[in-house]
């Protein structure tokens, strides 16, 4: 293989192998940007913004992922920071800002508390960088609507890590309903339990978790919620709210559960949806797909539902796979393209909006009727 390097010092054979995954970079800027096989292909230089328990996952990930150059982390706490950077060989900065003035970087992941993500992340962007910030995208919708214009006028990737949508178990599971495995849909349930996060304070259990579990019901649908109802509990959380449980309704007639909090001393994440051939369960954790068969549903799916009786049980293969890594794999790849991120700032936003209208509904004890606009957006 003929390699030759421009514009990067230094940088050569140890990594010609390396940038084979990437095979164009018409929306990179700087250097340096080699050719490899006759093709153009670039390192991405990537910086890591916080290095709390997010942040250190994001840095494991990226400094085994062929083709990128993990160049520099930033946190506002010196042991963090020091140790995230000695750990992984790379700069540390407090700021993010001296971060992006010196390092001349590609895509910048953003994995500190909520309420920094809208600064942040305009300031990498100011910068000329990508971008993935971490989930809820924001702290409320204004934020959120403006990193998404401030990205479009900047022709740069905003993308947000609504990280279920790489499970495997999920990808399957989406792949049998859009096939039409289940038939007609009746209910998307899901639960998401476990302890109180101490470190958590700056946004409530539906922010912070129930954006998954809205974020994939979006998703695994292709439908637009229309109503919603909640009651909420704040039990150890001072300021928000740490038990939600919800009642959605699409615009299809399916009905969503949720059933989340942080007061359960075990971790559970788990998905069904219910349809008239039978049951799907899933389970995030172990990424396992199960598949619960009705015997009495006509063969053609579209008789009258008339009985359920209980059928085979199949277990589905899924090759197991770090939902991160299919993550940040997936938002190199879109920057490296120039293509839409899978999950961008518009799904990102849908997600806040479902999950703050879910807050409003548990404070003010009302049914919420979604706006057009909101149903629009949740379509997407
Ligand atoms: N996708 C997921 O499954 C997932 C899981 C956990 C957390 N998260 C998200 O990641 C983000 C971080 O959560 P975490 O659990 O890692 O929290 P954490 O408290 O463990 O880490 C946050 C880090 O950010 C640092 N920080 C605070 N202000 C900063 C600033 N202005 N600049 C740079 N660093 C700053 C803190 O010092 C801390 O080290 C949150 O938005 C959270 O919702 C996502």
Sequence with gaps: MTERTY??????????????????VGSLRGPPYRFLGGQLAAMIRVGVVGAGVM??????????????????????????????AQLRKIRGYLSSWEMLSRENLNFVVIAAP?????????EALEKGCHVLVEKPIAADLAQAR?????????????????IERFNPAVRELKKHLDAGYLGRIFQIRALRLGPFPARIRDVGVVADLATHDLDVMTYLLGRPVV??????????????????NAVLKFDDGVIGVLDVNWLTP?????????????????????????????TEVPSNGNGAFTGVTEGNMTRFQIRQTEPLRAELLSVLRSISHGTP?????????????LALSLVSAGEEGRVIELADSLAAVSAR
């Design 7 to 24: 514009g990067a010092p230094g940088l050569s054979d140890p990594f010609a192998y390396a940038i084979c995954l990437f095979t164009q």
């Design 55 to 84: 942040g250190r996952n994001h840095l494991r990930v990226l400094s085994d992922i062929e083709g990128v150059e993990l160049v520099a982390v930033c946190d506002a706490d010196r042991s963090a920071v020091e140790s995230a």
């Design 114 to 122: 909520t309420k920094f993500h809208h600064r942040l992340t305009l």
């Design 146 to 162: 403006q990193m998404i214009t401030v990205a479009q006028k900047q022709g740069l990737t905003l993308a947000v890590g609504q």
């Design 227 to 244: 109503r919603m109802y909640s009651e909420t509990h704040r039990k150890i959380n001072t300021q928000h709210e740490d038990m939600v």
């Design 266 to 294: 075990t971790k559970v994440r788990q998905l069904n949806v219910l349809g008239e051939r039978g049951m799907f369960q899933l389970d995030y954790l172990t990424q396992e797909l199960l598949f619960f068969e009705n």
């Design 341 to 353: 991120p899978e999950v961008d700032g518009d799904a990102g936003y849908n997600a806040l909006a």
